[in-house]
């Protein structure tokens, strides 16, 4: 394995309908915990702070916080509402204990916050003088916060819930957890809509203020944050380019940080990374990727001594008697460097952590990667798509899918090239019966032909008509939220005029040379550079908005309840981050048809008041014939996908069990529910075998679905008998950012007893039990699912696949008679909406939360990954057809 490449393993290549983002090693970005609250007590006149919660909402964190840093709010609601800073802990004054951390600063040097305790099922928190805030009166809350790395956890005390309640104290214990952690707070740091800035302080004169608007700004001012590092930290009071260091007469190791050169010594004349002196195959500074660039390593190295590296960094920077960078102006050099390293632009955040003024923050691009060298892989592109900015009438944020054709075949040697596995195989069909599968002529009727296909129409046919691999780099530009990149299985061609939503156009970003005169002109998605890139430059479909590619591409791209047709996309690739670099474990390789469709499903957020665009790049480096050993496998375990019944204003928790095959290698593990899933949880072997248990459906599904049922109990298991009590291996509790928890070294499973590789999964749902709770299934607001097989979306909403529940199931969602009964016949009118009150107010329209493939309605689906060093068979067959997609994402270094 290549000396710098992060040893992530390998991702199953999962075939896709919805999307579900999965991450090696282990957090979700921007996951939140609720937590139930033991106890808090805030005494000002005694300079006194605590809190405590434990139990197994405290989940288990896959976060170091002497790597990952953390953060604590306090805040309270209500007439006489106040806060704390959000109170940055020295990373240095963590410490690990045999069960998780423990932090210690008796001088309270932040925020007054002297101990903390973090580990599973345990949360407590103490403060004493300097402590940041004296409730002014009585509280309607108090909320606790707390953040490591991208994850969060809150926890909730209401007035009810309080002892005492007063000017300058507040006393209270027993608080439940709450449905959800707010999804926007002013002063944690993280500016959100509706917020015109968020540095997390309480400063005035820094340009933020603690109202979270903008203000006048007293410091120096810079143009750009890369100026403002070079003045701040190149040409300030580390040393970094003085005599001693980087100037310009002797720079060490020929690096110069002077301000005339310091970027192209860093970032080399193209942009892209300059090679280290130390360690060749090592950028000074990786556009995207803090950990892996030296400059970063070096600079860190001796801010935390006690870090561990990819490499080692030898000398820390600044080098002798010079001071260690401050942790906020290290922070800011990893904002920087994760967002593009850009030269011009403003990064979020870093005016606060140099205390520099800089203009508003700017959207940032990351230039084009190189592709792969000749001969050893190729380079797939997504055109760019316009970004909205933020204004005071719109939101910056967008969900697209759309596109690309490639065509591979000729860039690829003989040596990466295979038979695809069948799920990637061409099927063809005659012309005149679609439903009459054939391989010639001869299999089709008296004059019909075999030439239409009903799977993987894009790739060859027959040879050696899928290449490996075993490595993908991909970048993107730095808003983006996920992305989601996907292969089309399907039937239906680019050029197909009715399938891709309108015409292939050509999207460019403003800067390429062929903008002016060619971006938006159409084009043929045929017309690509077989010999140098594989690809049509800028050639796509038109741009969809939509979750999840909702309303996007052909008919063939709908989810497969059955597994027969439908589940056309096979999810290949995706990250969260702007640079994901993924190398499979040893001997383990994935698989692309040499020519298709590739879908590009792409969120992102541009919080500035600038227009931009959204591009990413994705490269596969060829499996050498070594790593063609073991295919990657999926779990997709669906059985009990509709086994939801949770009534109106209510909850439900179901659980299911899964086996894993003997001696695999599990190094994976995820979950898919929607809106209404808000807690699951999964615990490894050993379990016993069990089943949730069917709701009746609500209404018998005919004969001519094929026998298919939304779920089918198994009268050979016992029902389960619910959760264990003891901690999870997993949790997550946001439907659409799922926990992907990844095991290195992965944990292997050979026992012969069933009990030893049986995992227990089990999903709480709520439908609207609280204020905080996820909304209530609305009748009138619930989609009709889509058409599936030939039947219309309407004729399987009987049948109970999605959509509004049927009338006479409908209560009232609200005023004098909520919860009770209110619908009658077939449909809702003003008699039924009558019995829960005003008429006009149309409250006749609460329904239970079932499933079905729309997010108002619910899925259970536990998905993972692994591989088994023997396998049986070199095809990727075993992964299931018609599973959600995952999303690998960057992993720690």
């Known amino acids: 394995m290549h000396p710098f490449r992060r040893p992530i393993l390998g991702r199953s290549l999962l075939l896709a309908a919805l999307a579900v983002l999965v991450a090696p090693k282990a957090h979700a970005h921007d996951q939140t915990y609720p937590v139930a609250g033991d106890s808090i007590l805030l005494q000002s006149d005694q300079q006194i702070f605590q809190f405590e919660a434990s139990g197994p909402e405290v989940p ?74 004296s409730p002014g009166g009585a509280q309607d809350e108090v909320w606790v916060h707390m953040r490591i790395g991208d994850t969060g956890l809150c926890s909730r005390f209401t007035s009810g819930e309080a ?57 120096q001012s810079y143009a750009t944050t890369f100026e403002a590092i070079q003045g701040v930290i190149f040409e300030g009071g580390y040393g970094c380019s003085d005599g001693l260091c980087h100037d310009s007469v002797a720079p060490k190791n020929d690096l110069e940080l002077t301000h005339a050169v310091a970027y192209e010594s860093l970032l080399g004349p193209d942009g892209q990374g300059k090679a280290s002196y130390k360690y060749p195959d090592l950028k000074l500074v990786e556009r995207g990727a803090p950990e892996l660039s030296l400059l970063y390593i070096k600079l860190a190295a001796k801010t935390f001594p006690n870090l561990s590296f990819v490499v080692d960094p030898g000398t820390s920077m600044p080098s002798g008697s010079s001071p260690a960078l401050s942790q906020d102006h290290l922070l800011a050099v990893w904002k920087w460097i994760r967002e593009g390293a850009p030269r011009e632009g403003v990064v979020p955040d870093t005016q606060a952590l140099l205390g520099t003024c800089l203009p508003p923050p700017t959207p940032l691009k ?47 040697p003989d040596w990466a090239k295979v038979p695809c596995p069948d799920y990637l195989q061409p099927v063809q069909a005659c012309a005149g019966d679609l439903s009459r599968t054939c391989t010639s002529d001869g299999d089709c009727a008296v004059g019909d032909t075999c030439t239409a296909f009903v799977k993987n129409a894009n790739n060859y046919v027959g040879g050696d008509n899928c290449f490996v691999y075993d490595r993908s780099l991909l970048l993107q530009d730095p808003q983006s939220h996920h992305s989601i990149i996907q292969l089309y299985t399907g039937a239906y061609l680019p050029d197909d005029p009715n399938s891709w939503n309108g015409a292939w156009t050509r999207k460019l970003e403003p800067d390429d040379p062929d903008y002016a005169m060619h971006d938006g002109e159409e084009c043929d998605p045929w017309a690509i550079d077989a010999a140098t890139t594989g690809t049509n430059h800028g050639c796509s479909s038109p741009v969809v908005s939509g979750i999840a590619c909702g309303g996007f591409g052909p008919p063939d791209m709908q989810f497969s309840l059955t597994g027969q047709g439908g589940g056309t996309l096979v999810n290949f690739s995706g990250s969260q981050e702007p640079y994901f670099d993924q190398s ?11 020519a298709g469709i590739v879908v590009w499903n792409s969120h992102a957020f541009n919080l500035t008041p600038t227009p931009s665009t959204m591009a990413q790049y994705l490269n596969l480096e060829f499996a050498p014939p070594e790593n063609q050993r073991y295919p990657v496998q999926g779990i997709f375990d669906a059985q009990w996908i509709f086994a939801q019944n949770v009534p109106p204003f209510g909850t439900e928790e179901i659980c299911a069990t899964y086996t894993i095959p003997q001696h695999a290698h599990l190094y994976e593990l995820s979950s898919h529910t929607h809106l209404r899933g808000v807690g699951w949880r999964t615990w490894g072997p050993p379990n016993t075998p069990c089943q949730p248990g069917c709701p009746a459906p609500y209404k018998e599904i005919p004969a001519a679905f094929g026998g298919f049922k939304l779920c089918s109990n198994d009268l050979t298991l016992p029902i389960c008998e619910g959760p264990r009590p003891d901690p999870p291996l997993y949790y997550s509790n946001q439907y659409s950012d799922p926990l992907q928890l990844d095991f290195d070294p992965p944990r292997v499973y050979d026992s012969p007893n069933v009990e030893d590789r049986t995992f227990l999964y089990c999903s709480l749902y709520d439908n609207g039990s609280t204020d905080s709770s996820p ?61 829960c009150g005003d008429p006009a107010l149309a409250l ?50």
């Open 366 to 412: 990351i230039p084009p990667p190189p592709p792969p060298a000749p001969g050893t892989g190729v380079q797939l592109l997504q055109t760019p798509w316009d970004l909205a900015p933020t204004t005071p009438t719109s939101q910056g944020e967008d969900e697209i899918c759309m596109a690309t054709y490639y065509d591979v075949s000729q860039l690829v």
């Open 60 to 133: 288990t964190l896959d976060h170091d916080p002497t790597v990952d840093g953390t953060a604590i709010l306090v805040r309270g609601v209500g007439a006489n509402a106040g806060r704390t800073a959000n109170v940055t802990l020295d990373r240095n004054l963590w410490a690990a204990t045999a069960t998780g951390f423990e932090y210690s600063d008796p001088n309270g040097t932040r925020g007054g916050i002297t101990h903390v305790v973090l580990e599973p099922g345990l949360l407590s928190i103490q403060a004493g003088a300097g402590f940041g805030w």
């Open 584 to 594: 499979f474990a040893d001997g383990v390789y994935a698989t692309l048809p040499l």
């Open 163 to 219: 002892s005492s309640n007063a000017a300058g104290t507040f006393s209270a214990s027993g608080a439940t957890a709450p449905a959800a952690c707010p999804a926007q707070v002013c002063g944690d740091g993280i500016p959100q809509a509706p917020e015109a800035c968020d540095d997390g302080n309480l400063a005035t004169g820094d340009g933020c203020e603690a109202t979270c608007e903008t203000g006048p700004c007293n410091a």
């Open 844 to 893: 006749c329209d609460a329904c239970p939360a079932r499933g079905g493939v729309t997010t108002q309605d619910e899925m259970f689906i536990l998905l993972g990954s692994y591989y088994i060093p023997e396998p049986e068979t070199s095809a990727l067959g075993a992964v299931v057809l018609g599973t959600l997609a995952w999303l690998a994402r960057r992993r720690r270094a």
């Open 775 to 835: 909304p209530v299934k609305s009748y009138a607001n619930t989609p009709m699912p889509p058409g599936i097989f030939g039947f219309p979306g309407e004729i399987l909403n009987q049948y109970g696949i999605g959509g509004p529940c049927p009338a006479d199931k409908v209560v009232c969602s609200d005023g004098p008679n909520k919860g009770a009964a209110c619908g009658s016949g077939t449909t809702i009118d003003a008699t039924d909406h009558a019995v």
